[in-house]
């Protein structure tokens, strides 16, 4: 037993080791993500700029291509990507990334991404070194649990790079991001390796919080396409109206690099109403665990009561998606505050909130 106990120690310092050492290089990736946008080439920014601007003013009359002759300045081709949300909305390119379409800019982008495969093996590591060291599923309090949704939420970001979509551009927010969530694993969540309560010794465990990992990952990657959407959308709004105040050159260098905004929109529509199902069911698991560990399906427990609010708020974003005048920002608030709702129900139900979900601790 003493051998048993101290090689489960060593396990679980391992993944301490693991976790820490992960942080490390996400902090090298963000280091390198950020400098792919400061260093990305402005020329290329500029000439979508121009190129938004001109076709917001007058789309039939910008050409597939065209340049300035005598003056050096090109004009953008056509873009790869032209979408349109919705009948009379704006019709603009994607923006060309966050290397500005430069092979410097690029070169720090692929060190990025780089530099994030090689965390997210050091950290996928560290959640099954976890693993191994109780025995269990790794996602048994809020450390494991925030743990485990960060190399998710990375390893969905890097299949989606993988399967070659465009969508590069969230890896700053989201190296960010995971590395606020780690440092807050470790330094206020962190809990010594221990076995579950007799109630969580399900193999209901590993099927509704799996699923709860998988669906808040998802949600996160549509809440930051969300986000960006608002800000392009206001930027493009000030580029099609020639009397109003036109963006900052800081706003500008960012935006102009980013998907249009019905880009973004129809990004995040189309991973929250992919996840939408998976989210149901896990409510649904989490109402069959209830009854076989408490002998009831449902019992208005905080965490039970804000699950569903939270599938309330996705569900009245898919509706808005589809019903006329919410298009658009409307229903981007929507995902928001859906979103908000289910970071709440993470943390402020699990931290403030006493309940019957309260006693796997922190």
């Not at 969580?200 to 099927?207: A, E, G, K, M, T």
């Not at 109402?287 to 009561?305: H, Q, T």
Request: charged content about 15%; aromatic content about 12%; some cysteine.
């Amino acid at each position: 037993m003493n051998i048993a106990a101290a090689a489960n120690e060593t396990l679980a310092h391992n993944s301490n080791l693991l976790v820490y050492s992960a942080m490390a290089v996400y902090t090298l990736a963000f280091i390198a993500h950020l400098s792919e946008w400061v260093f990305g080439s402005r020329s290329k920014v500029a000439r979508t700029a121009a190129a938004l601007t001109t076709r917001a003013q007058s789309p039939a009359a910008v050409p597939a291509k065209a340049a300035q002759q005598g003056g050096g300045t090109a004009v953008l081709e056509r873009p790869k990507v032209i979408t349109k949300s919705a009948a009379g909305s704006r019709d603009v390119p994607d923006g060309p990334g966050a290397a500005g379409g430069t092979e410097k800019g690029d070169l720090y982008g692929r060190i990025a991404v780089s530099l994030t495969v090689l965390a997210w093996g050091l950290h996928v590591g560290g959640v099954i070194t976890r693993a191994l060291s109780v025995q269990r599923a790794p996602w048994g309090n809020m450390y494991e649990f925030s743990t485990t949704f960060a190399a998710v939420a990375v390893g969905i970001y890097l299949l989606l790079l993988t399967l070659r979509k465009n969508v590069r551009w969230i890896g700053l927010p989201l190296v960010t991001t995971v590395l606020l969530d780690l440092g807050l694993a470790v330094s206020v969540l962190y809990t010594a390796s221990d076995q579950l309560v007799p109630a969580l010794h399900s193999y209901w465990l590993w099927i509704h919080v799996s699923c709860a990992i998988l669906s808040g990952a998802v949600l996160y990657l549509g809440a930051v396409a969300t986000l960006l959407f608002l800000f392009r959308d206001r930027y493009e709004a000030k580029l099609s109206d020639p009397a109003g105040k036109q963006p900052g050159a800081f706003a500008a260098s960012v935006l102009e690099r980013l998907p249009s905004a019905a880009s973004l929109d129809k990004f995040a529509y189309r991973v929250n109403a992919t996840v939408f199902p998976l989210w149901t069911f896990t409510i649904i698991a989490g109402a069959i665990w209830a009854e076989a560990a408490w002998g009831r399906y449902w019992g208005w427990d905080p965490k039970e009561v804000w699950a569903f609010i939270t599938w309330v708020g996705y569900a009245c974003y898919l509706h808005a998606r589809s019903t006329a005048g919410w298009k658009g920002r409307k229903a981007a608030w929507l995902g928001l505050i859906a979103f908000a709702c289910y970071l709440f129900n993470y943390y402020g139900v699990n931290i403030f909130v006493t309940g019957l979900h309260s006693y796997a601790g922190v």
